[in-house]
């Protein structure tokens, strides 16, 4: 398991390009239709992650339909959070994510709440602790959307557990 100052918890690109190999390994796919012929949209106009599927028209990010969807704080700062409610053995606190983070408590609370009910949505209530046995636990909890809608749309990867 990697440490806190991975790229991917200090570098919003570096999270953004975690979350895209785990949730594409074979390239990015059309979150909409499915289709693997997407352009990438680069430059200053575009967002960071931003893609165009040619098949379908729409754009999308690695995020649209997880439960880091139309969140406006940076990604690597949700995979830090994930990473502490993961890592902690004893649960960590909204105010300690708080504290860690440098964001404030209504943030962190709105964020572990997020992170908790995805978890727990996905399968059932569990502890959140680097103990859990299932290796796919991490990863559905990243990909699972608060709201069911998407839920079946999305590829549940089950990844060995030091990638987060
Ligand atoms: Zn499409």
Known sequence: ??????????DPVAARKH???LRWPDGPECVHCGSADVTRLEGKKHRDGLLQCNHCR??????????FERSKIPLNKWLLCNHLLCAGKKGV?????????GIT??????????????????LGPQPYCCDNPSNAFRTV????????????????????????
């Open 1 to 10: 398991m990697d440490d806190i100052l991975a790229p991917r918890f200090i």
């Open 19 to 21: 979350l895209e190999a």
């Open 58 to 67: 729409e754009q999308f990010t690695v995020t649209v339909g997880t439960v």
């Open 93 to 101: 606190s909204a105010h300690q994510i708080h504290r860690m983070l």
């Open 105 to 122: 408590y209504k943030t962190a609370w709105f964020m572990c709440h997020r992170l908790r009910e995805a978890m727990t949505a996905s």
């Open 141 to 164: 909890a990243l990909f699972s959307s608060i709201a069911s809608i998407s839920r079946d749309r999305i590829a549940l990867h089950v990844v060995e557990p030091s990638v987060f």
